[in-house]
């Protein structure tokens, strides 16, 4: 997995930075070819309509900032 802020992913060549619709909502999203795993904010996941997924495991993702996110449910089969 790959944490960036804005700056570096503007400043990197490999991340590409955009506008997107996703279930019918509007998100600002980063691409990253590198990245293992995407993820969304739970913000944007209670505005789908999709019922969300416990995962078998968590992750511990530390963010550019020092802090700690954890990760515990998935969506399946989502389409833009």
Do not use: W, Y
Request: charged share 15%; net charge positive.
């Amino acid at each position: 997995m790959n944490a960036l802020n804005q700056q570096e992913a503007r400043a990197s060549n490999a991340v590409v930075e955009g506008i997107i619709c996703i279930m019918g909502h509007t998100t600002r999203v980063l691409f990253d070819p590198g990245a293992t795993h995407s993820f969304v904010s739970a913000t944007f996941a209670s505005k789908l309509e999709k019922e969300s997924a416990p995962m078998k495991f968590q992750f511990i993702i530390s963010t550019p900032l020092g802090t700690k996110l954890i990760a515990s449910r998935c969506f399946n089969n989502v389409k833009s």
